[in-house]
């Protein structure tokens, strides 16, 4: 397997990984606001709700959520990098 093979691969497994993150963070604010759902008022509660429980709100929120897909995507890409070298 060549080096560019590899680092597609790899970057697959990434991209894999940041969807996952993706859909894991938009359940989490759907699930976690006043009312279950991804309306305007369910989506700024669930932030909000997401925030309180890193001690910030509605932005820390976003924060996170923002965050959590490209740390796991970073974390599929180094893991795959690791197994496979």
Known sequence: ????DKEKNAA???A???A???AGSIGA???SGTVAG???TDVTSGLAAVGGAVGGGMVAGLAVTAAAPLA???GA???????KD
């Open 77 to 83: 890409y180094g893991l795959y990098k690791f197994f």
């Open 20 to 22: 996952v993150g993706a």
């Open 72 to 74: 796991i995507g970073a």
């Open 16 to 18: 894999a990984g940041a």
């Open 1 to 4: 397997m060549s080096f560019l």
């Open 29 to 31: 604010v759907a699930a």
């Open 38 to 40: 991804l309306g305007v």
């Open 12 to 14: 697959k497994a990434g």
